[in-house]
T-cell receptor, first 114, second 111 residues
Framework: DSGVTQTPKHLITATGQRVTLRCSPR?????VYWYQQSLDQGLQFLIQ???????AKGNILERFSAQQFPDLHSELNLSSLELGDSALYFC?????????????FGPGTRLTVL | QKEVEQDPGPLSVPEGAIVSLNCTYS??????FMWYRQYSRKGPELLMY????GNKEDGRFTAQVDKSSKYISLFIRDSQPSDSATYLC???????????FGSGTKLNVKP
């Protein structure tokens, strides 16, 4: 158990809909990262938040947005969903001490868009 | 050119074999190197974490970093069917606060 929690585990929805994925980082970790992993594909970095502020952006679509709250949990919002958005979405957290850091991953949310 | 290159495999070996997994990278600024194991449809799990060049051993796993060649390896001794998974390398540049992941190598250890 990495200490990173994600809810829900599974999500099934229809095209055009909007969903919210939730992540709670490990205790004490200030950074949260979101990744997308399609079937048999590598991890695609979406976005990073540090202590409530956006720090880095990757290949995140404009239909997607995220935020990190004062209690450090984070939410990833996916809107106008398309079939191609079906994937595993992982959250990871790190202490972000600026050096000697590593990420710990949550179990993921499996999103299926029908 | 990708920052981190990793052969996707699949790599198939018999039980008990020594497995060698590798990544190459292009930026000499990387300082921290990690290996993750990911079982099918599960979150990546941190296996090994090393700083700078050299070897680090943990049980059946050895991580090796050669910064002069920009090459990292993960060796698995006495491989077991339970080692069948995708192995991802990752690297970190503290001055940019960014992690870079390889695409993963799929390993299958046959009983």
């Amino acid at each position: 158990d990495s200490g990173v929690t994600q809810t829900p585990k599974h999500l099934i929805t229809a095209t055009g809909q909007r969903v919210t994925l939730r992540c709670s980082p490990r205790s004490g970790d200030l950074s949260v990262y979101w990744y997308q992993q399609s079937l048999d594909q590598g991890l695609q970095f979406l976005i990073q938040y540090y202590n409530g502020e956006e720090r880095a952006k990757g290949n995140i679509l404009e239909r997607f947005s995220a935020q990190q709250f004062p209690d450090l949990h984070s939410e990833l919002n996916l809107s106008s969903l398309e079939l191609g958005d079906s994937a595993l979405y992982f959250c990871a957290s790190s202490a972000d001490r600026g050096s000697g850091d590593t990420q710990y991953f949550g179990p993921g949310t499996r999103l299926t868009v029908l | 050119q990708k920052e981190v290159e990793q052969d996707p495999g699949p790599l198939s070996v018999p039980e008990g074999a020594i497995v060698s997994l590798n990544c190459t990278y292009s930026n000499s600024a990387f300082q921290y190197f990690m290996w993750y194991r990911q079982y099918s449809r599960k979150g990546p799990e941190l296996l090994m974490y090393t700083y700078s060049s050299g070897n680090k051993e943990d049980g059946r796993f050895t991580a090796q970093v050669d910064k002069s060649s920009k090459y990292i390896s993960l060796f698995i001794r006495d491989s077991q069917p339970s080692d069948s998974a995708t192995y991802l390398c990752a690297m970190f540049r503290s001055n940019f606060n960014k992690f870079y992941f390889g695409s993963g190598t799929k390993l299958n250890v046959k009983p």
